[in-house]
């Protein structure tokens, strides 16, 4: 399948794998490069040591192209951004925040920069800045996020801007895929979907709180003080929310979250870790390998639009 985000990625299929902090580690950016679609390293809170040792391992299991996702909270981005260029990762995809001031270095490198947006107005100010393509990023997705839903971010999005746009939030099989080319994406981007793969290395109770999650398990923390983050509702949320509806201080609440999403990752710990997942976990049903999942997402996809002119329209 062709499109311009295939052309500009060198990928196979048109389905991206979010670059989730703690989950996207290299295993997983290589698993799914290596099935056709497009890995990315997840760089989160991590230091630029350790994101620079993440993509020279990625590059030891695949020849294929693989990003890099930069946090722009992160206190070493600076020195991240920097680590991209030297290591010449294929593109960079950014998170929570502008990363207009990185856009000259990475063109001059020939990175590909894909930054996340969840408005138009960040859509438009992207590809003014230079920008190769976006990604809109919808509120059913997990981890922090903005205020519009995909299906009426995606389509203003793609009015807005004539580079490509990839859809994220909310998206995790064919019909998913083939909704948001109809609403003008090239692409899609999937987090929870790729949690439960085979090759993430995540912690199996993390994994099984995401298959057995309804659509209603997730809950979004932190709405009041600006910095919404959706993940699925436990005993962590339940405290947070009830502190944070009593107009707790931010770093009371702060307090809480500090560590929270390694604890889920990495121990496994389900009742005070940060169980980020998105509104379409409840359509995560079993763990399967990467390759499974690209080839469900993209041919599923594919046989829809295909179809598409179908019983309705006669
Ligand atoms: O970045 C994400 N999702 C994330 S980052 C993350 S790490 C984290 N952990 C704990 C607490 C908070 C963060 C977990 N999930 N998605 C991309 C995204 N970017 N969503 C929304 C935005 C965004 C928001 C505002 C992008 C730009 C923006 O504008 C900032 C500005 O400077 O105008």
Known sequence: M?????????????????????????????????AGGFGIIGAGGAGADFVRDQIRRCRELTDKPFGLNIMLMNP????????????????????????????????????????????????????????????????????????????????????AVGIPVIAAGGIADGRGLAAAFMLGAEAVQMGTRFVTAKEAVVHPNYKAKIIAARDIDSEVTGMSHGHPVRQLRNVMTREYLKLEKAGAPFEELEQLTLGALRKAVVEGDTVNGTLMAGQIAGLVKREESCGEIIR????????????AGMAFCN
């Open 2 to 34: 062709k499109t311009r985000v295939t052309e500009l990625l060198g990928i196979e299929y048109p389905v991206i794998q979010g670059g989730m902090a703690w989950v996207a580690e290299y295993h997983l950016a290589a698993a799914v490069s290596e």
């Open 76 to 159: 070493e981005a600076d020195e991240i951004a920097r680590v991209a260029v030297e290591e010449g990762v294929k593109a960079v995809t950014t998170g929570a925040g502008n990363p207009g001031k990185y856009v000259a270095m990475w063109k001059d490198a020939g990175i590909r920069i894909i930054p996340v947006v969840a408005s138009v107005a960040m859509a438009r100010m992207m590809e003014r800045a230079g920008a190769d393509a976006v990604v809109a990023e919808g509120m059913e997705s997990g981890g922090h996020i903005g205020q519009t839903t995909t299906f009426a971010l995606v389509p203003q999005v793609a009015d």
């Open 296 to 307: 469900d997402v993209a041919e599923g996809g594919m046989k829809l639009l295909r179809e």
